[in-house]
């Protein structure tokens, strides 16, 4: 078996299983560590024969990078742009997250390119893929909690918001609260839609839109076009790279 590990801003994910496929996996924040990962997925590591390790967090990589090595006795192997399949990257100038090439490397393997794959987590990215399996471009925009936060943070009256358990969001809120919901979701809902949009026009193509991350089930019930949810992605790319 595959241990897969993603360490991203806010957190740590990790399944294990092989050839793409997952047997179990397991989410902690950021803060806690490869610790946690295994008393929530890991009851024996003699089952685990290799590591795979993506980071978009370096101060946090070897640390984990290291413990792995001494719990498996085998060397990790580091994903980047050199070794992420058939995906092309030499159009886009470097660096470019690891999160965003296993993505789009694993859409490739599962989809006929051209598409673009959003990534609704920390960050929203928006990563284009032309007909020609290459990775062109796209956008980085501010994540739906990441966003809230920052509003937040820099203004004396309007509360914090946490996502967990939101029910029903109303375009045209009705208070403050709604009023952020409206804001934070339909508008992320609104700029992907749009971003869309115009990279269609500007290439003169018809993307298949494929959407990961934490945060896209909140987005998506709002997304006024056709998607495949793909909630697993990156660490279905892991595996299978």
């Known amino acids: 078996m595959i241990l897969a590990v993603n360490i991203g801003n806010t957190n740590i994910r990790a399944a294990i299983g092989q050839h793409g496929k997952i047997d179990s996996q397991a989410v902690v924040y950021a803060d806690e ?30 640390a984990i990078i290291k413990t792995l090595e001494e719990k498996i006795n085998k060397p990790v192997k580091r994903i980047d742009i050199r070794n992420c399949g058939t995906l092309k990257t030499d159009a886009y100038a470097k660096p470019l997250g690891e999160d965003r090439v296993v993505c789009c490397a694993r859409a490739l393997q599962k989809f006929s390119p051209p598409f673009v794959v959003i990534d609704f987590g920390t960050a929203t990215t928006i990563n284009l893929v032309n007909s020609k399996g290459e990775f062109i471009g ?12 920052a509003l937040t943070k820099n203004t004396d009256q309007l509360p914090q918001i946490n ?19 409206s804001g934070a979701v339909i508008g992320l809902a609104c700029a992907t839609e ?27 019930p709002y997304c006024d076009y056709d998607y495949v949810h793909e909630p697993s992605l990156l660490l279905e790319g892991l595996l299978n790279l």
């Not at 796209?138 to 990441?146: K, M, Y």
């Not at 996502?163 to 919901?181: A, V």
């Not at 749009?194 to 998506?220: C, D, S, W």
């Open 33 to 62: 560590g490869i610790k946690q990962i295994e008393a929530g997925l890991i009851s024996n590591w003699d089952k685990i024969q290799n590591s795979i390790i993506a980071s978009v967090v370096p101060s946090k990589t070897e």
């Open 163 to 181: 996502f967990e358990n939101i029910g029903k969001i109303h375009l045209i809120g009705k208070n403050t609260i709604e009023n952020l919901h």
């Open 194 to 220: 749009g971003f869309i949009n115009r990279m269609q026009k500007e290439l003169a193509i018809t993307l298949q839109i494929i959407v990961t991350g934490g945060h896209a089930p909140y987005v998506l």
């Open 138 to 149: 796209g956008a980085i925009l501010t994540g739906l909690q990441t966003s809230l936060d």
